[in-house]
C-alpha cells in the first residue's frame, strides 16, 4: 500500500544521500562469480548451525530431507555432525552441519574438522532464533562469501557480519525467518554453485520468487544486492578508514 511505497521512497533518499557522501566500495554486491566459491580442490565448503531447542530441531529435521535420498546427494553421519556431499563436472560441494542436539559441540567438532583439514567455509548459514546469531558470527571467517542469517537479520547483525567477514553477500530478512523459505532458497544456491554457475541475485531472487513467492513472508527477505544497510555500513567504513590514513 501507499505507507510501503512512502517508506521506500524515504529510503531511497536516504540511500541517495549516503551514497553521495560514502562512494559505494569495491565489493560488488550483484552477484557472486562461481569460482570464488571453490577452493584449490574444486570443493566448496560450507558451514550450517543448527541450535538445541524446538525451532533448531524442526529446521535441521526440514534440511536434511531437502537432500536425504536425492539423487547425486549422500549423507554421512559423523557422531556430533553431518557431511552433505554431491558432486558433478568436477566440482564438489560439502555440507558440514551440527546436529542441534549437540549445537555447541557440534560446532566445535565441526570447526576442529576443519582445522585438521585446512578447510574453509566460503558459505554459512545461520539456523535458528536471532537469539543465537551472535553465536554463529563468533565462528565467523574472513572468507564467507555468502552468509545466511535464516532469523531476523537485523542491521546490527550486518554490522557484526561484516566485522568479521567483509566481503560477504548476506542474506538477511526483516522479517521471522522460516524454514519453507530458507529451505527451497539454500538449496537452489546449492545447484546453481555445483552447476558452476556465478550468483546473478537479481535473477536468482525472480526465480525464487516463482517458487516461493505465494509466502507472504518472502517480501521480508533481503536479497544482499538490495541490503542497502550492507552496501552503507562496507560504504561507511571504508570512507573512515580512508580518512584514517590520510
Known amino acids: 500500500g501507499s505507507v510501503a511505497g512512502s517508506q521506500s521512497g524515504r529510503d531511497d533518499a536516504w540511500f541517495k544521500e549516503m551514497k553521495e557522501k560514502y562512494p559505494v566500495p569495491t565489493v560488488d554486491l550483484r552477484e557472486v562469480k562461481n569460482e570464488t566459491l571453490f577452493n584449490e580442490n574444486n570443493t566448496n565448503i560450507q558451514e550450517y548451525f543448527f541450535y538445541n531447542d524446538d ?31 554431491s558432486k558433478q563436472a568436477g566440482k564438489k560441494i560439502e555440507i558440514y ?11 566445535e567438532a565441526v570447526q576442529s574438522f576443519f582445522t585438521e583439514n585446512n578447510l574453509v567455509p566460503t558459505v554459512v548459514v545461520h539456523r535458528g532464533h536471532s537469539y543465537h546469531v551472535n553465536k554463529t558470527i563468533q565462528d565467523l571467517d574472513l572468507t564467507a562469501k555468502i552468509v545466511s ?33 530458507n529451505d527451497p532458497l ?41 541490503n542497502a544497510g550492507a552496501v552503507f555500513i ?9 580518512e584514517a590514513q590520510n
Not at 529435521?61 to 557431511?83: C, M, N, T
Open 97 to 107: 552441519a551440527n546436529y542441534p542436539e549437540s549445537d555447541e559441540a557440534g560446532a
Open 149 to 181: 542469517l535464516g532469523s531476523c537479520g537485523g542491521y546490527n547483525n550486518v554490522a557484526k557480519v561484516l566485522d568479521k567477514s567483509p566481503n560477504a553477500h548476506i542474506l538477511s530478512t526483516k522479517g521471522t525467518g522460516t524454514m519453507l523459505i
Open 55 to 85: 525451532d533448531g530441531k524442526s529446521s535441521f529435521a526440514h534440511f536434511l530431507a531437502q537432500y536425504e535420498s536425492k539423487p547425486g546427494w549422500q549423507i554421512e553421519r559423523q557422531k556430533d555432525f553431518v557431511k552433505i556431499i
Open 234 to 242: 562496507k560504504a561507511y567504513k571504508d570512507a573512515v578508514l580512508k
Open 186 to 226: 539454500l538449496k537452489m544456491l546449492n545447484t546453481q554453485i555445483l552447476e558452476g554457475k556465478d550468483i546473478e541475485w537479481s535473477v536468482f531472487w525472480e526465480a525464487l520468487g516463482g517458487k516461493v513467492g505465494k509466502d507472504e513472508r518472502f517480501k521480508d527477505y533481503v536479497s544482499p544486492n538490495k
